[in-house]
């Protein structure tokens, strides 16, 4: 007698809330790398990047570099100075709070933050 065991892959998927009150897929959670980045393409042409730390926390900023205009956030590295989560641009290295946006570097500029979820 065979018996067949049947096992459910339950993926979750990450969005972010690319304007208030709508939500966009972007991929499937195990799919980031903790420590790296990914970009994500908006609906109104604007790129995120999407970051998951090694503690298993995603942020969503924008993935422009407002230094350089150059897309390239998600491209930088992730850290953190006195318990606060950044990724630092790969081209000038300033640093980029992942909660806020806020510029570590230069207290004039900051990024936008994107909402994300897991579902």
Same mark, same amino acid.
């Not at 979750?12 to 499937?28: K, R």
């Not at 989560?85 to 000038?92: D, Y």
């Not at 290295?93 to 946006?101: A, C, V």
């Given at each position: 007698?065979?018996?067949?065991?049947?096992?459910?892959?339950?993926?979750?998927?990450?969005?972010?809330?690319?304007?208030?009150?709508?939500?966009?897929?972007?991929?499937?959670?195990? #799919?980031?790398?903790? &420590? =790296?980045?990914? *970009?994500?393409?908006?609906? @109104?042409?604007?790129?995120? $990047?999407?970051? #998951?730390?090694?503690? &298993? =926390?995603?942020? *969503?900023?924008?993935?422009? @570099?407002?230094?350089?205009? $150059?897309?390239?956030?998600?491209?930088?590295?992730?850290?953190?100075?006195?318990?606060?989560?950044?990724?630092?641009?790969?081209?000038?290295?300033?640093?980029?709070?992942?909660?806020?946006?806020?510029?570590?570097?230069?207290?004039?500029?900051?990024?936008?933050?994107?909402?994300?979820?897991?579902?």
């Amino acid at each position: 007698m065979t018996t067949l065991t049947t096992t459910t892959l339950t993926t979750t998927t990450l969005e972010l809330s690319p304007s208030p009150g709508s939500w966009m897929t972007v991929c499937e959670e195990s #799919r980031l790398t903790p &420590g =790296r980045g990914v *970009a994500a393409l908006l609906p @109104d042409g604007r790129q995120a $990047a999407v970051f #998951r730390d090694r503690a &298993g =926390r995603t942020y *969503a900023i924008d993935n422009r @570099d407002p230094f350089t205009g $150059a897309q390239v956030l998600s491209r930088g590295l992730v850290g953190s100075v006195d318990g606060r989560p950044f990724v630092a641009s790969p081209l000038l290295k300033q640093r980029f709070d992942l909660e806020t946006g806020r510029c570590l570097d230069d207290d004039e500029v900051a990024v936008a933050v994107y909402p994300v979820r897991s579902v």
